[in-house]
């Protein structure tokens, strides 16, 4: 297909495109004339896997192009390729050098430890939920991780990873990576205030 098809079946402009050649964020099409190249789904692939990290994920170009390399690595194990994308989706989260801050972290650390999941010791999830523990401490919040880290596990065990096409194009696993994690994040937690109001009017009206 030629570039103008290609912008309008990814639905990104043409200058973009051109920029996203140039920064090697796209691969070259074949060129067919001096001022002509040919693109293929591949490159459409690509462009929907750039949307997705720069519309849904809301990644700097710099992540996208660490992404990218992670996709392009072809000797990276598809595990790792996706731990790419999904720390690169994690808020930066400054640990705190207080007490306060370093129990929080240990509780993170053996609440992984007892659930036997296997985390990263340096995976930012674990600071960012520390770092929500702390919070919860300081407003007084009761807090019972078990049941919610339950919910999480058996909704990504038994729905989730079936949305993840592990045997097909690295560039389509991490779009899909991407769009479950944080569209569906947004769609469970309005689901979940939703379920609240109607618990709360069952409750109250009976």
Not at 96 to 101: A, I, L, M, T, V
Not at 102 to 107: E, F, I, Y
Not at 165 to 185: I, N
Not at 188 to 198: H, I, K, N, P, T
């Amino acid at each position: 297909m030629r570039i103008s098809e290609l912008s309008a079946r990814a639905g990104v402009a043409i200058p973009t495109i051109k920029y996203y050649l140039r920064e090697g964020m796209l691969h070259q099409g074949e060129q067919t004339a001096a001022t002509r190249a040919e693109y293929d789904g591949t490159h459409l692939r690509r462009l929907r896997m750039i949307r997705a990290l720069l519309e849904v994920g809301r990644l700097s170009v710099a992540s996208i192009k660490k992404v990218i390399e992670s996709v392009e690595d072809e000797s990276l194990p598809t595990h790792e390729m996706l731990g790419t994308a999904h720390y690169a989706l994690s808020p930066a989260v400054e640990p705190e050098p207080d007490e306060e801050w370093q129990a929080a972290r240990a509780d993170v650390d053996a609440l992984v430890e007892e659930l036997g999941w296997d985390v990263h010791s340096d995976a930012p999830t674990r600071d960012e939920l520390a770092q929500t523990i702390v919070r919860m401490r300081q407003l007084g919040v009761s807090i019972d991780l078990a049941p919610y880290a339950e919910a999480a596990r058996k909704l990504v065990a038994e729905v989730e990873m079936g949305t993840i096409p592990f045997d097909g194009p690295r560039d389509a696993a991490v779009e899909a990576l991407v769009l479950g994690t944080v569209l569906y994040g947004r769609a469970f937690d309005a689901l979940r205030r939703m379920a609240q109001e109607s618990e709360s009017a069952r409750r109250m009206t009976r």
